[in-house]
Nanobody
């Protein structure tokens, strides 16, 4: 069955960096897109970035544009989120999720499988 496992979260100071990983299994890999979503305390879930496995095309939310980079390693069935210049408002639980489409979007309701999440805390 489909499994998505996030890792790489932690505590960093403002301006620091983290690299999150999403390891996928049980997927027809090339037919899907993978998105990174986050949920901050007391806030709604929001999309940050996504990538088409087939095309390599990406989308980013305005809030992370220029700071976050999503990428994939097809041999490892893994998607990464490189997070640079982190800000306190980036503090959230980060989830990766599967979209059954070769063109990705940041609408969370369209994603049908979700990982368990990894915590990112940005604080001085």
């Amino acid at each position: 069955q489909v499994q998505l496992v996030e890792s790489g979260g932690g505590l960093v100071q403002p301006g620091g960096s983290l690299r999150l990983s999403c390891a996928a299994s049980g997927l027809s890999w090339m037919r899907y897109s993978i998105g990174w979503f986050r949920r901050a305390p007391g806030q709604e879930r929001e999309g940050s970035s996504c990538i088409s496995i087939l095309k390599g095309s990406t989308n980013y939310a305005d809030s992370v544009q220029g700071r976050f980079t999503i990428s994939k390693d097809t041999a490892k069935n893994t998607v990464y989120l490189q997070m640079n210049n982190l800000k306190p408002e980036d503090t959230a639980t980060y989830y990766c999720a599967r979209l059954y489409d070769t063109t990705c979007n940041l609408y969370s309701a369209l994603y049908d499988f979700w990982g368990q999440g990894t915590q990112v805390t940005v604080s001085s």
